[in-house]
């Protein structure tokens, strides 16, 4: 299992950037994708962006396409989230979740992914 700790968050107003760090507190073994989802509460959480760490491959939900960009550290096990023009659509909790082997199902299913973060709120005021 591995153990991710997400950070980065906090308040902005319109407009502004926040960058999203997804570490891991532990040794990590393999790794097929890490993917950014957020959740408000009363609905289930959303695909944000994703990362395949062979080809560096990116996807993105259509709401932040343009807006966000994902990347890696790969000597330091750690993946981000670059937010600019933030709105206040974006306000929600944000997981980093990861994957240790390719299975069947899109990146924007949360069956795909075995490791989640506690989550770090991002919250944007008009």
């Known amino acids: 299992q591995v153990q991710l700790m997400e950070s980065g968050g906090g308040s902005v107003q319109a407009g502004g950037s926040l960058r999203l760090s997804c570490a891991a507190s532990?040794?990590?073994?393999?790794?097929?994708?890490v993917a950014w989802f957020r959740q408000v509460p009363g609905k289930g959480r959303e695909g944000v962006a994703v990362?395949?760490?062979?080809?560096?491959?990116?996807f993105y939900a259509d709401s932040v396409k343009g807006r966000f960009t994902i990347s890696r550290d790969n000597a330091d096990n750690t993946v981000y989230l670059q937010m600019d023009s933030l709105n206040p659509a974006d306000t929600a909790m944000y997981y980093c979740a990861h994957s240790t082997a390719p299975r069947p199902l899109p990146w924007t299913a949360v069956g795909k992914y075995t490791s989640w973060g506690q989550g770090t709120q991002v919250t944007v005021s008009s």
């Open positions: 990362i395949y760490t062979a080809a560096g491959k990116t």
């Open positions: 532990a040794y990590i073994r393999s790794t097929y994708c």
